[in-house]
């Protein structure tokens, strides 16, 4: 994260030590932020109980792909 930089044995200890927290709740952030000019969110929610419009915080994040889902039964 930018210049930060860290070896772990688990994704909760790297997740606690470097990933951002929302500025309304606290939660660290694992996902797509939310980006206002004065913090980063959680969520849209998060966003706007703080008062703060919102935008996502890459532009590529409104457009998740999602593979579809088989509707096979394993056998």
């Known amino acids: 994260m930018g210049n930060q930089t860290g070896t772990f044995d688990s ?3 790297a997740i606690h030590m470097m990933a951002p ?3 309304n709740c606290g939660c660290r952030i694992m ?9 980063v969110y959680c969520c849209i929610h ?4 703080a008062g703060n419009p ?6 590529e994040a409104s457009g998740l792909a999602v593979p579809p ?4 039964s394993a056998r």
């Open 69 to 72: 889902q088989s509707t096979s």
């Open 54 to 59: 919102h935008k996502p915080a890459k532009a």
């Open 46 to 49: 998060c966003a706007k109980e």
């Open 31 to 39: 996902g797509h932020p939310v980006d206002s000019e004065s913090g």
């Open 11 to 13: 994704f909760e200890c």
């Open 21 to 23: 927290a929302c500025e």
